[in-house]
Nanobody, 127 residues
Framework: QVQLVESGGGLVQAGGSTRLSCTASGLTFSMYAMGWFRQAPGKEREFVSAISRNGRGTSYADSVKGRFTISRDNAKNTVYLRMNSLKNEDTAVYYC????????????????????WGQGTQVTVSS
């Protein structure tokens, strides 16, 4: 059974930084593209960032480009999201997602593509 466990959320000041982690189990991690999504109250879940199986392909939402960095450590079954220059509008529950891909470079960006999800971690940015 695939399990994804996020950590690293919390309360952060506007302009500050934090790093989210997502550790996977029950899967061959190197076979999966990994994504981060977020959902703010009253809004739909939206794409934040994703990384390919081999870690060489990445994609970012325009709203976070230049501020967030996704990375992965296949030896630790973990994907990270480094979040810098945080804004109030980054406040949301952040979800990690995993999807097996054949293509080493595939970077899925739509929520419906992902079959495996974590429980989410809250990030609150205060001004």
């Amino acid at each position: 059974q695939v399990q994804l466990v996020e950590s690293g959320g919390g309360l952060v000041q506007a302009g500050g930084s934090t790093r989210l982690s997502c550790t996977a189990s029950g899967l061959t991690f190197s076979m999966y593209a990994m994504g981060w999504f977020r959902q703010a109250p009253g809004k739909e879940r939206e794409f934040v960032s994703a990384i390919s199986r081999n870690g060489r392909g990445t994609s970012y939402a325009d709203s976070v480009k230049g501020r967030f960095t996704i990375s992965r450590d296949n030896a630790k079954n973990t994907v990270y999201l480094r979040m810098n220059s945080l804004k109030n509008e980054d406040t949301a529950v952040y979800y990690c997602a995993a999807q097996m891909t054949v293509d080493l470079w595939s970077v899925p960006t739509t929520p419906n593509t992902y079959r495996n999800w974590g429980q989410g971690t809250q990030v609150t940015v205060s001004s």
